[in-house]
Nanobody, 124 residues
């Protein structure tokens, strides 16, 4: 079983930055592929970024490419999402996800474990 603890959301002005963290509690010590997703009111949950178990592979949604950076610290079982140059359209509840396979996919249905959401609000 995996438990995911998400932190770092908040309110920021357009052009600002936030850093989200997701700490994974894993009984077996296994390392998981990790992903970030977001859901705005009235919209489906959508892919934001993912990172492979070793961190050698990363993938971003086109809407955040060049502004967001996903990274991980496997010694601490933590994944990060650095969000720069935030825009009002980035406003959403952000979720962390994990799975035992190597890299995952962009589909929300693929991921086995989900953390609680953290709200990110970007004002114009």
């Amino acid at each position: 079983q995996v438990q995911l603890e998400v932190s770092g959301g908040g309110l920021v002005q357009a052009g600002g930055s936030l850093r989200l963290s997701c700490a994974a509690s894993v009984r077996s010590g296994a390392i998981y592929a990790m992903g970030w997703f977001r859901q705005a009111p009235g919209k489906d949950r959508e892919f934001v970024a993912r990172i492979s178990r070793t961190g050698s592979l990363v993938d971003y949604a086109d809407s955040v490419k060049g502004r967001f950076t996903i990274s991980r610290d496997n010694a601490k079982n933590t994944v990060f999402l650095q969000m720069n140059n935030l825009k009002p359209e980035d406003t959403a509840e952000y979720y962390c996800a994990a799975d035992s396979r190597d890299f995952g996919t962009r589909s929300t249905r693929w991921w086995a474990y989900w953390g609680q959401g953290t709200q990110v609000t970007v004002s114009s």
